[in-house]
């Protein structure tokens, strides 16, 4: 006792005394190996008093430019770092498109507009506690690990952690599955997912696909399977048209959703001329609704999208899996805009903010 009591006096005993945990889990010697690959630690910070026990992990990897699927793969992967070393996870989605001012029923963080909380300490708790430490992905304008995840091994993987850890709210997801049950009813059902608004000229995101090629592979998907009908997920009216016109009442969408309009190249997340009433909460829910939507049913057609993927992990997460599927392969544009900047933080960067935002 008198030896912890002596070590609490000091930072360094402080910090051992939090990790206390981490280093006698059956997992510990995976924390030196890691270690011995990277040959960096991750940089815990002391934002004030609270939570001396605990080491707390935020995942706050989000930025004005992360859509809402980006986002969630981001954190699945800290949820599996945190899991691995006994951290205790905080989610951070304020500085993102989803965030609305007003909040959402008295909630400020946009992640639990539609997830329950990890844990229950709150981000403003979080940038008040001795040992604090963030997320870090790759954070220096590279490429998407995308083409990583379509191995059984790594749906598996994050089928489980979602499984585990990423309950939708109950009312909303009552409320989703209702809607989709309206939508699709019992009919086979083709999922076609078409993206890319304004990607087409933006570096290190795929380059879309014309609407002629989805619709060529939409004819042999048809042929060979006999799907009823066609669920079209898109972000672009320009889009909903054109499919509608070749395939009639085959097509089912949603309605009532907001898209970029007619002839515009910007989606509709990062278009301030959409003056919406909890507008990050609308468009949150909307693409919730659509990946949902898109696992499902009974095939896929889609190119590389965080969205895509989200379907097939909740499918593998059910037990499921698709009759076709046909995954479009697609390049990344090496020439385009930069996408915004991302925030050099975790192990490397970011420290505990002098004034943290009121959640």
């Known amino acids: 006792m008198m030896i912890k009591q002596t070590l609490k006096r000091t930072r360094l005993g402080q910090s051992l005394l939090a990790f206390k945990r981490v280093f006698q ?13 990277s040959h960096s630690f991750f940089k815990f910070q002391e934002c004030g008093p609270a939570n001396e026990d605990k080491a707390l992990y935020v995942i706050n990897d989000v930025n004005a430019s992360s859509g809402f699927f980006y986002s969630w793969c981001q954190v699945c992967r800290g949820l599996m770092v945190a899991e691995r070393y006994g951290f205790t996870p905080v989610v951070d989605w304020t500085n993102g498109p989803y965030f609305d001012e007003k909040g959402l029923n008295g909630c400020m963080n946009p992640f639990e507009y539609f997830f329950e909380p990890l844990s229950c300490v709150t981000i403003d708790e979080a940038m008040r506690s001795r040992n604090v430490t963030f997320y870090s992905n790759h954070t220096d304008g590279g490429p998407f690990a995308l083409y990583e995840y379509r191995s059984e091994e790594e749906l ?8 585990k850890y990423l309950h939708i709210r109950s009312e909303l997801r009552n409320r989703l599955y209702a809607e989709i049950h309206q939508l699709l009813g019992e009919k086979k059902t083709l999922a076609v997912h078409v993206r890319g608004v304004e990607w087409g000229n933006v570096r290190y995101h795929p380059i879309p696909a014309s609407l002629m090629e989805y619709s060529a592979r939409i004819d042999a998907a048809m042929a060979q399977n006999r799907f009823e009908q066609i669920f079209l997920a898109t972000d672009s ?5 054109f499919f509608k016109e070749r395939y009639r009442e085959a097509v089912v969408c949603y309605g009532d959703v907001i898209r970029a309009q007619k002839g515009s190249k ?25 990946m949902l939507t898109i696992s499902s049913c009974d095939g896929i057609i889609a190119g590389l999208s965080y969205v ?24 990344l544009n090496d020439k385009g805009i930069a996408p915004i900047a991302v925030p050099n933080i975790g192990k490397e960067g970011a420290g505990c903010p002098s004034k943290s935002k009121s959640r």
């Open 266 to 290: 910007v989606l509709a997340i990062f278009d301030d001329s959409i003056a919406e009433e909890n507008k990050g909460f609308r468009l949150g829910y909307e693409v919730l609704k659509d």
């Open 25 to 37: 889990s059956e997992n510990y010697r995976q924390w030196f190996r890691d270690f011995d690959e």
């Open 308 to 331: 895509s993927f989200a379907a097939e992990v909740y499918k593998k997460e059910r037990g499921e899996t698709y009759q076709y599927k046909d995954h479009i392969q697609m390049k």
């Open 237 to 241: 009216e320009d889009t909903v048209a």
């Open 156 to 163: 598996e993987r994050f089928a489980e952690i979602n499984r």
